[in-house]
């Protein structure tokens, strides 16, 4: 079994190490609490992995350490921000609370950001939306990124366009995150990086040969859009729609010179209180009857029900009260960058 760690002590940690590039300490907190949210949930290919990631762009100036968004515009049910590559899970949380401020008197509140240093685990910004009792609804895209092939095309053209959703539900939130692309290139590049296959063929290599080896990605290939060789069409057209919504509506995207943006995002973001369209208790009721159909399901032969959100809350929950429980590859990536910036590592739990 592998060690656990207070999670209070890896945050403090990834603060630490965030806020001696000179970052102030309330937005090295506010990163650090994004990315550990993440590892909670077992989103552990975008949480506490991205640290090194963003203290490189922090450090290069790739992010900025100070300023506000620009605001370009605002409605009060509406607003979209220039964040001019501030760092991604800083500029979204201060969105998110901008939204939740508002949301009891607009009842739904849309916003979107461009240029957006990337925003890493979008399920990592959705427990303090649920714990408001609200419905979100966050994507993202990648304006510098062709990574995801079109239905019946060589060529990539979008990037994995994730999507998350929350809404209350009773014993725990319907809550999941998914991309656009089959598979998320986070999981490509951990394949890669421990050498072994994908579990299908989810790459495309430079010709357009079906592929299960990430090597046809990082040589040129693409990964396919959700539903696959087969039915990757209803993926690309969901992409393209995400792409309208984060891109399209932030003003900033594909029509733009953006080949030095990197993995900056345009981001996509609504927050909906379910008492401005009536009684909480009979969505309430709603959201709960949905959970617990789906849980009384007959399972497939070998099979298990999984309703998004109960796996991803209940590990939260453990990992808070128990320990959080690193996936192998982070706790050496951290305990190299301890060692690098002269911190120590959180010694383990158990």
């Not at 949380?93 to 607009?106: F, T």
Request: glycine share 10%.
């Amino acid at each position: 079994m592998s060690n656990r760690y207070r999670a209070q002590d890896l945050k403090q940690f990834a603060a630490d190490l965030f806020a001696s590039t000179g970052l102030a300490r309330e937005r090295a907190d506010v990163m650090a609490e994004t990315f550990l949210q993440a590892d909670l949930m077992g989103f552990t290919t975008h949480g506490l992995h991205r640290v090194a990631s963003n203290l490189k762009w922090l450090e290069s100036g790739a992010s900025r350490l100070q300023g506000e968004p620009n605001v370009l515009s605002d409605r009060g049910n509406c607003f979209n921000w220039d964040a001019d590559f501030l760092p991604g899970p800083w500029v979204v949380n201060q969105a998110i609370d901008q939204a939740l401020e508002r949301i009891g008197e607009q009842g739904v509140v849309t916003a979107t950001i461009r240029r957006s240093q990337h925003i890493a685990c979008l399920a990592a910004y959705l427990p303090k939306i649920v714990e408001r009792n609200c419905v979100g609804i966050l994507t993202c895209s990648t304006p510098a990124e062709e990574t995801v092939s079109p239905q019946g095309c060589k060529t990539p053209l979008f990037s994995a366009n994730p999507i998350a959703f929350c809404a209350p539900a009773g014993d725990y939130p319907l809550l999941f995150d998914i991309s656009m692309s089959v598979t998320a290139g986070g999981y490509v590049a951990r394949a890669e990086r421990e050498g072994k296959k994908l579990p299908e063929q989810y790459l495309k290599d430079r010709d357009g040969n079906l592929s299960d080896d990430p090597a046809a990605f990082t040589n040129g290939g693409s990964i396919l859009p959700v539903g696959g060789a087969d039915h990757g069409y209803k993926g690309a057209a969901l992409s393209a729609m995400l792409e309208v919504l984060s891109m399209g509506l932030g003003g900033y995207g594909r029509a733009d010179s953006v080949a030095g943006d990197d993995e900056a995002n345009s981001v996509f973001l609504q927050i909906i209180d379910p008492k401005a369209f009536g009684s909480e208790q009979k969505f309430l009721r709603q959201t709960a009857a949905l959970t617990h159909l789906w849980e009384s399901c007959e399972p497939e032969d070998g099979g298990s029900v999984r309703v998004p959100g109960k796996r991803a809350w209940n590990l939260r929950s453990d990992q808070l009260e128990n320990g959080v429980s690193l996936y192998p590859t982070i706790t050496a990536d951290l305990q190299a960058l301890a060692q690098n910036y002269g911190k120590a590592f959180p010694h383990p739990v158990s």
